[in-house]
T-cell receptor, first 114, second 113 residues
Framework: AQSVTQLDSQVPVFEEAPVELRCNYS??????LFWYVQYPNQGLQLLLK??????LVKGINGFEAEFNKSQTSFHLRKPSVHISDTAEYFC????????????FGKGTLLTVNP | DTGVSQNPRHKITKRGQNVTFRCDPI?????LYWYRQTLGQGPEFLTY????????KSRLLSDRFSAERPKGSFSTLEIQRTEQGDSAMYLC???????????FGPGTRLLVL
């Protein structure tokens, strides 16, 4: 069985500050890891994904994440946030071999204040 | 690439009524998924199709729920005898078999009164 824990339900930051959204996972098999963003009343948009290879993954809108197998973490970072980054962020894990379903965390609401 | 579309975007119904939602995946995507998202939670897997075959259903999907994907194109999710606990956002996603990325639609928000 897989599970995802997003350690912070809400993260308030000021504009142009750096931010880190934390995600830990558990899985008994190799995994694929994803970060999705959800704006109000919209579906989920893929930010970035880790499938294999380099543990540092770069995504859209200046976001990046680092896969750490020993700590079973996949934290999301951005060096300087904008007001428009205000949204809900979801970490998800898919099992290797038959990645037909994703297990999501509960989400982290990022609020960027002026 | 027009993306995944879902209709309707919003549905208000009375308890006990039946509702049906439609999902149109990205063309040529073989896999289609349904998820349910309740307030303050992440999406939870309900079921998925590979082409027209429904290959797995979550235990979250009670007997009142049924999903179809005739001809392997669009899919419908029907909820019979709706209950207030069915109120949620229903999300559809699609992917290619050989790709791991699931692309999500905008969702259908259901409110059962």
């Amino acid at each position: 069985a897989q599970s995802v824990t997003q350690l912070d339900s809400q993260v308030p930051v000021f504009e142009e500050a750096p931010v880190e959204l934390r995600c830990n996972y558990s899985s008994s098999v190799s995994v694929y890891l994803f970060w999705y963003v959800q704006y109000p009343n919209q579906g989920l948009q893929l930010l970035l994904k880790y499938l294999s290879g380099s543990t540092l993954v770069k995504g859209i809108n200046g976001f990046e994440a680092e896969f750490n197998k020993s700590q079973t973490s996949f934290h999301l970072r951005k060096p300087s946030v904008h007001i428009s980054d205000t949204a809900e962020y979801f970490c998800a894990v898919g099992s290797g071999g038959s990645n037909y379903k994703l297990t999501f965390g509960k989400g982290t609401l990022l609020t960027v204040n002026p | 690439d027009t993306g995944v579309s879902q209709n309707p975007r919003h549905k208000i119904t009375k308890r006990g009524q039946n509702v049906t939602f439609r999902c149109d995946p990205i063309s040529e995507h073989n896999r289609l998924y349904w998820y349910r998202q309740t307030l303050g939670q992440g999406p939870e897997f309900l079921t998925y199709f590979q082409n027209e075959a429904q290959l797995e259903k979550s235990r979250l999907l009670s007997d009142r729920f049924s999903a179809e994907r005739p001809k392997g194109s669009f899919s419908t999710l029907e909820i019979q005898r709706t209950e207030q606990g069915d109120s949620a956002m229903y999300l559809c996603a699609s992917s290619l078999i050989s790709m791991e990325t699931q692309y999500f639609g905008p969702g259908t928000r259901l409110l059962v009164l």
